[in-house]
């Protein structure tokens, strides 16, 4: 259905610019759903989390108990190094991994959107299976396949890394394609008329455009890829250990007000990504 990518073009040579539409009598009610949406999904866990990273221990709070609450739990995590160490091997996977990923990705999507390569169908398709399994069992599947690797990826940090861009990499894909097939080829031909080659062609025209598109991928791979837990639970080993499986083993040892400090701490980080993204390609789509 999106083969006939002329159909969606809306960046080409010629000005372009947005429209707003208006809603008319339904931006009321639309408006109130979506705060109702945020508030249900967003707002309530956070401050439960928020009330129970400051409370002594895991418990309804009533409101004389609110003069009970300490900073204790966040004292450990900064003096704790199996947390901190979680932290920065969760941050090295979410900035190298998602960029790697969106580096594939815009690939990709430039062989199987702009070029006739026999077999460029059959590339996206692949690129889409392990999206179709469990993240258990490809974890597992991976496991298995790297264990007698000749390449000594098994219990160190680069299998979660592949793991991780092999998991997740349609999202990038999905950024990029969308975004790609807004763009019309003239421009492309345009730089070749120029005396360009494919190299300067795609950093130089393409990934410009793309722009707005790739940050939007980075930063949701980023935030996957930060709390990610089905397959680093199977991968992970002692020394390159995330964030996800450390904040189940915290909560299997009932430190709940740990759990929920770090819980936020990887919110806040999160949001911090999602609020650079939203910077940059504001200032791209103007």
Not at 15 to 43: E, H, P, Y
Not at 57 to 67: A, F, N, R, S, W
Not at 178 to 192: D, F, G, N, P
Not at 247 to 276: E, H, K, P, W
């Amino acid at each position: 259905m999106t083969s006939q990518i002329e159909r969606f073009v809306t960046v080409s040579g010629k000005a372009f610019s947005s429209r707003t539409i208006d809603l008319g009598q339904w931006k009321v009610l639309a408006s109130c759903m979506a705060v109702l949406m945020l508030v249900i999904m967003v707002l309530l866990p956070l401050l439960t989390l928020f009330l129970i990273s400051f409370l002594p221990y895991y418990y309804v709070p009533t409101l004389p108990d609110l003069y009970n609450l300490t900073i204790k739990h966040y004292r450990d995590l900064l003096r704790d190094d199996r947390v901190l160490l979680a932290i920065w091997t969760s941050l090295r996977l979410a900035v190298g991994g998602a960029t790697l990923c969106m580096f594939l990705a815009a690939l990709i999507s430039y062989i199987t959107v702009r070029t006739k390569v026999p077999g460029r169908g059959l590339l996206e398709g692949l690129a889409f299976i392990p999206w179709a399994f469990p993240g258990a069992a490809l974890a597992i599947g991976l496991l298995w396949a790297y264990v007698d690797f000749p390449i000594p990826v098994f219990n160190t940090l680069w299998i979660l890394l592949i793991a991780y861009i092999s998991r997740f990499l349609p999202y990038g894909l999905r950024a990029t394609n969308s975004t790609i097939i807004q763009i019309h080829k003239e421009l492309e031909e345009a730089s070749v008329a120029c005396g360009a080659g494919f190299v300067a062609t795609f950093c130089r025209i393409l990934i410009p455009l793309m722009r707005p598109g790739i940050i939007a991928g980075w930063i949701l791979l980023a935030t996957l890829f930060i709390r990610e837990f089905g397959i680093s639970i199977f991968l992970y080993s002692p020394g390159a250990e995330p964030v996800g499986p450390l904040i189940y083993f915290l909560y299997q040892d009932n430190r709940y007000g740990t759990v929920a400090a770090l819980g936020l701490l990887v919110c806040t980080i999160s949001m911090i990504l999602v609020a650079v993204s939203l910077k940059y390609t504001r200032i791209e789509t103007r």
